[in-house]
């Protein structure tokens, strides 16, 4: 809505108003919270109503601020105080895109001077008694402790300031959702919301941070919003195997919270290792001993098989993506929705893991050959990962540009922009019907190599045989001749093969035929992998 206040003034009084808000503000503009030069920027700042007037704002000086103009048109909100909260939250996810995850609410937390104490507590029959010394205040508080009827946890409620709280990755490893900006938002409206999160602690240790396990949106929207102390149900001992499978059952069976399934497998893995400990505790085995089969775990926890079986298998696939020496890693999105990375961890799912990963459970004990480096997970792990960073290295490493990222690239083609054959040829090479083709031609690579050798054909336990180093340069030699072919950077193909979305047997076909099921003629002549690894 225009300011009639804005527009009575003369170009001296606006410049005037400039001067003093630039003054007031320290400089700096009131959404980005950079530096404004009012000479280099002239004509590039913008004076704008804080609180809309639309919301209730008022049309006089108390109620402006200045900002770039850029910042100001591509806000996120309209109340400025409200994007400027946003900016900070972008600003830190920028921050952590090296490491490719987004913030969670430790993030938010160490942003703001939270999670830097450990709460001193008792607890008696008279209750939860505690005390906040290092904040200079030693009354002590006393809460009552309930047990809560369904699971049997004790808990207590408490209003704790963010310093003693901590966010706990083991069970929640979730990040925080773009759906944050409109808790934001919520909260700034002083709207009111069910928003206490949940915590637990150890009676055995009278000195924790309390560990924040749900509820880390509002309760990173408060912190956000300047909120220095947070309602909290706290726990008392609970089982992690208990609160981790609720967790996880939140976010598949009961899908009552939008789990990528990056995260799903994350919490698979943990689950996996608490069923590993609780096995060994409960057969009187040390925390050392793993002489034991993933058929052993099967039996010993009944009517959990597919579930155990899942974790297992969580495990394998959440360790392979999670290693810090994966260098596909930085090409994958996890969330499924951005613009930047080329490959979904979807396709990495249908592909990587759906064609290489064994599905079944083990017979041999879980330490099996594990010192010799033999042990058949230890070798699939090792080798999934290998042929990742293989990929990486023949098809996006200083080849694909996160600039320019991924949307309507064909559509841009067939408007006149051109692009970097090596950036055009990963983009390509990683739609999900493509990748579920190359990647099962470097499987029968590998796989005939052993039929060569006169051994028998390693079907769906291939990745748990060690790869001898001529199959490793036949498959790179693969990619290397694959990403060379001239379709990938074939721009009048823009329009047709690469026009819209294919399925597995288009490529297939394409591949197999040189031409797609239409006839059109996309290559010169079939792939021939023998020619291919030469």
């Not at 009187?284 to 597919?306: A, I, Y």
């Amino acid at each position: 809505m225009a300011s009639l206040f804005l527009n009575r003034l003369s170009t001296e009084d606006r410049q005037v108003l400039e001067i003093k808000l630039h003054r007031i503000q320290g400089g700096n503009c009131f959404i980005c919270e950079q530096a404004i030069d009012l000479q280099v920027h002239k004509g590039a700042v913008d004076i704008d109503h804080v609180v809309p007037l639309k919301l209730g704002g008022k049309d006089d000086e108390d109620n402006f601020a200045l900002a770039h103009a850029s910042c100001n048109r591509s806000k996120q909100a309209s109340n400025l105080k409200v994007a400027r909260v946003l900016q900070r939250f972008a600003r830190l996810k920028e921050t952590l895109e090296p490491e490719n995850r987004s913030p969670n609410l430790g993030d938010i937390l160490k942003q703001v001077g939270g999670g830097c104490h450990e709460l001193g507590f008792n607890l008696a029959d008279a209750g939860f008694t505690y005390s906040l010394s290092e904040l200079g205040n030693n009354t002590l508080f006393n809460v009552p402790v309930y047990e809560d009827e369904m699971s049997g946890f004790r808990y207590f409620f408490a209003r704790i300031p963010i310093e003693y709280l901590a966010h706990d990755n083991h069970i929640n490893p979730r990040s925080i959702g773009p759906n944050i900006s409109k808790l934001i938002e919520e909260f700034y409206q002083k709207r009111p919301q069910l928003h206490v999160p949940l915590g637990w602690v150890r009676s055995d240790n009278n000195k924790c941070a309390i560990h924040i396990f749900d509820g880390q949106h509002k309760a990173a929207a408060q912190i956000m919003l300047g909120a220095r102390y947070l309602p909290v149900r706290v726990f008392i001992d609970p089982d992690p195997d208990t609160l981790i499978t609720t967790n996880t059952n939140a976010g598949t069976t009961l899908k009552q919270v939008a789990f990528d399934k990056s995260v799903q497998r994350h919490l698979g893995s943990s689950l996996y290792h608490d069923r590993i400990a609780r096995f060994q505790k409960e057969t009187g085995r040390s925390e050392d001993d793993l002489g034991f089969s993933e058929r052993d775990l099967v039996n010993h926890f009944k009517g959990q098989s597919r579930e155990i079986k899942r974790y297992i298998l969580d495990a394998l696939r959440d360790g392979v993506i999670s290693d810090p020496d994966n260098k596909l890693r930085d090409y994958i999105d996890f969330g499924g929705r951005g613009k930047e990375r080329p490959l979904s961890y979807s396709t990495i799912e249908k592909t990587f893991y759906s064609f290489f990963v064994y599905q079944e459970v083990l017979e041999a004990p879980i330490n099996f050959h594990l010192e010799e480096g033999s042990n058949p997970r230890q070798l699939e792990r090792e080798q999934i990962l290998k042929l990742m960073n293989l990929a990486a290295e023949e098809i996006y490493v200083d080849k694909f540009d996160p600039e320019i990222g991924t949307d309507k690239i064909e559509n841009r083609l067939q408007n006149g922009e051109s692009f970097n054959h090596d950036h055009l040829r990963a983009f390509r090479m990683s739609k999900e019907e493509i990748v579920y083709n190359w990647l099962q031609y470097s499987g029968q690579i590998a796989r005939q190599y052993f039929i060569m050798q006169g051994r028998p054909d390693p079907q769906g336990r291939l990745f748990q045989y060690p790869f001898p180093e001529q199959v490793w340069e036949n498959m790179r030699k693969f990619l290397q001749n694959l990403a060379s072919l001239p379709l990938w950077v074939n721009t009048d193909l823009s329009a047709t093969v690469f026009g819209g979305k294919q399925n597995n047997s288009f490529w297939k076909t394409v591949f197999e035929t040189g031409r797609t099921p239409q006839g059109m003629e996309v290559l010169v002549r079939p792939l021939n992998l023998i020619e291919m690894i030469k």
